[in-house]
């Protein structure tokens, strides 16, 4: 992985009106994370579960609606990948754990002639393991995305042969391209095709 900065206090801040820790719905969700965790690894797999399990991804859902900040993506529980690591990294990093975003190229429906998207993702650190990877996209037939430190267990598996890229960056905020795609489109099958292609 490439730390896009040395400086851990970079990963921690508030970047509105994407990341925002204070609003009452992240607020919520993060006491609810500290009663039930104790420490930082176990409060970090618990906002991923969170961030995967408890938000529908709205391309499987059909959804509508885009939700880009984590106070609109708690309370309409739908969300896309990017919407799903901007959730993330607002409760661990309200909760003071590095987070970054990570992106990776991916085909949009399969096949080389449907084209290509970004997808997104996070990175976590934690002082004894360092930085690590975890994707909360969202578990179906065929994606099983886990809580793993050791070994990466991702929802999508690279397949360079057929153009796909892991980016290795580790950005501290994400990237513009993919928040003015999320405002620019009107819905979320319009977001589908209006996803960058590449960092």
């Given at each position: 992985?490439?730390?896009?900065s040395g400086r851990f206090e970079d990963y921690l801040k508030e970047l509105p009106p994407v990341i925002q820790f204070q609003t009452p719905l992240v607020q919520e969700k993060i006491q609810l994370i500290k009663s039930r965790a104790s420490n930082d690894r176990d409060r970090a797999q618990l906002a991923f579960e969170i961030a995967r399990d408890e938000v529908s991804h709205s391309f499987d859902t059909k ?137």
């Amino acid at each position: 992985m490439q730390i896009e900065s040395g400086r851990f206090e970079d990963y921690l801040k508030e970047l509105p009106p994407v990341i925002q820790f204070q609003t009452p719905l992240v607020q919520e969700k993060i006491q609810l994370i500290k009663s039930r965790a104790s420490n930082d690894r176990d409060r970090a797999q618990l906002a991923f579960e969170i961030a995967r399990d408890e938000v529908s991804h709205s391309f499987d859902t059909k959804e509508e609606h885009i939700t880009i900040n984590a106070e609109d993506v708690l309370e309409h529980k739908e969300g896309i990948c990017f919407a799903k690591s901007h959730l993330l990294a607002t409760l661990l990093r309200g909760m003071g754990i590095p987070t970054g975003f990570c992106y990776q190229r991916v085909l949009r429906k399969g096949t080389i002639e449907s084209g290509y998207a970004l997808h997104g993702l996070n990175a976590v650190y934690l002082p004894d393991t360092g930085w690590f990877r975890l994707d909360p996209r969202g578990n179906k037939p065929g994606i099983n995305s886990q809580f793993t430190i050791e070994k990466e267990q991702l929802a999508y598996p690279i397949r360079v042969e057929l153009g796909e890229v892991d980016y290795p960056q580790v950005l501290f905020a994400p990237l513009p391209s993919v928040i003015e795609a999320m405002h620019a489109s009107k819905n979320c099958e319009e977001l589908f095709y209006k996803r960058p292609e590449e960092i």
